[in-house]
């Protein structure tokens, strides 16, 4: 079965950037959207950001700004770039994959602490 596997988190000061990517561990066929989520201790799973196989994107209103979602299609990637971190954003990050017809791929998920 195919998996997603997120890479690139970490501990970083807040100010400091991140970059997270998630890739699929085989061919995954028509993906509609691709996205970010995380959660925090106590806290339920957000969407942080989200892209469609339409280039459209669409960010969690405290990431505006800040975050950026990109693609790489033949490698079936999808990178997410944190700048000007923040305490707040500290949480595990899980990127998800849906497909047409609709079926939700999720990876394991990857820390990211963020200190004062």
């Known amino acids: 079965q195919v998996q997603l596997v997120e890479s690139g988190g970490g501990s970083v000061q807040a100010g400091g950037s991140l970059r997270l990517s998630c890739a699929a561990s085989g061919i995954i066929f028509k993906i509609n959207t691709m996205a970010w989520y995380r959660q925090a201790p106590g806290k339920q799973r957000e969407l942080v950001a989200i892209l469609t196989s339409g280039g459209s994107t669409n960010y969690g209103s405290s990431v505006k700004g800040r975050f950026t979602i990109s693609r790489d299609n033949a490698k079936n990637m999808v990178y997410l770039q944190m700048n000007s971190l923040k305490p707040e954003d500290t949480a595990v990050y899980y990127c998800?994959?849906?497909?047409?017809?609709?079926?939700?791929?999720w990876g394991q998920g990857t820390q990211v602490t963020v200190s004062s």
């Open positions: 998800n994959f849906v497909t047409t017809p609709r079926y939700d791929y």
